[in-house]
Every structure is written in C-alpha cells, then in structure tokens.
C-alpha cells in the first residue's frame, strides 16, 4: 500500500495489486471527537453517492468498490492527469469530452465542487472524473455555474496558452448536450463579472 497523496481532509492510498484506491478522511483535532466522527462520516457516505449517482448517468468515474465510517474504496484507475499531459495536439478531443462529462453531471444535478484538470484523468482513450469530496446533489443554477467558473479558472492558470481554445470547445460540448444549459451560461456570466468587480 503506498501512500501517494497527503491531503488536508484525506489521504489517499494505492494498491497496486489489488488495483485500488483508499481515500481516508483524517481527524480533525480542532472538532469535538463524536463531531468529527459524525462528519467525516456523513462526507465519506455522501462521496460513494456522488459516485454511484454519476456512474449511473453515464459519466466515467471509477467505480465504488466499499465505504463505510471514514474510508472509501475506489476502483484504481491508471491513466494520467489531464493537468500533465493537456497540449494543442489533445486539446480538442479531451476539452469536448470535459464539456460532455460536465453536461451530464448537470443534467443530473450533479454538482462536482472542484472541476480542476488535476481532478479528470486520461486512461485508455477515455477522460475520467475523480474525487467528489466536495460534491453536493443541488438544481441550483448558481452551483453550476460556479462548477464551470473553477474549472475556467483552473485551465487559465495551469495551461494559459490552451485557454481560450480548451475552453470554447469544452464549453461548446457543454451547449450541446445539456438542454438547460442557457441559465447557467447566464449565471456564469454574471460569476465573472463579480470577478473583475472584486479585482478591480
């Protein structure tokens, strides 16, 4: 088993062997014991959820193998972080595949919470989506729209020259194939423009 990321709510663990994933929810110090417990608890239920939901809806994501208390265990999938290998000869195929992903997810209510590059993992021809620590079930337009605006935001930072490409096309994807998608394009709009407000 090796440890292969040590995080603020987690760590996360690999077997190679058995071609799994051990997420761990680690205590909080500053929480009251049973607090802590009830918590890590109720997230790590609300994860393998999150999964099984997006599963069903046709979004690739590794598939859930146990949960219980503070650990999940996760199908392992080998493959390599969109934010490591993205460039203008791959660019159009997994940023449309991204926008189709998100689609889904929003069709379904799904909201993931932390669309970076560094969360969709390229494997065998496919793009997966990993990690819904800090996802939530809403219809929310709002938090769809916020959905969209980190991963835009994500791109600009770790692949500014693939930006406005990455983006059109993921976004066009989007358009595409969720129906709904107009109210959420319109919020985001309004996301950035608070954006360049608060900067300014």
Do not use: Q
Request: with cysteine.
């Amino acid at each position: 088993m090796e440890l292969i990321r040590k995080g603020a709510e987690a760590n996360i663990y690999l077997d190679k062997g058995k071609r799994i994933i051990i997420k761990d929810r680690v205590e909080k110090g500053y929480r009251p014991e049973e607090l802590d417990r009830k918590i890590r608890k109720m997230r790590t239920k609300s994860e393998a959820k999150l999964l099984d939901k997006a599963r069903m809806a046709g979004v690739p994501v590794p598939k859930v193998i146990s949960s219980e208390e503070n650990k999940i265990v996760i199908e392992y999938i080998p493959g390599e972080r969109v934010k490591d290998i993205l460039d203008k000869d791959n660019v159009k195929e997994i940023a449309s595949e991204i926008g189709k992903i998100v689609s889904r997810l929003h069709s379904n209510n799904i909201i993931h919470g932390d669309l970076t590059t560094s969360n969709f993992i390229s494997a065998g021809g496919r793009v997966y989506l990993i990690d819904f620590g800090l996802g939530c079930i809403s219809t929310s337009v709002e938090k769809k729209a916020v959905d969209i605006h980190l991963f835009e935001e994500a791109l600009e930072s770790t692949h500014p020259e693939l930006y406005e490409t990455g983006l059109d096309l993921m976004m066009s994807a989007y358009r595409k194939n969720y129906c709904d998608s107009d109210p959420v394009l319109k919020r985001l709009e309004d996301i950035r423009k608070r954006g360049r407000y608060i900067t300014r």
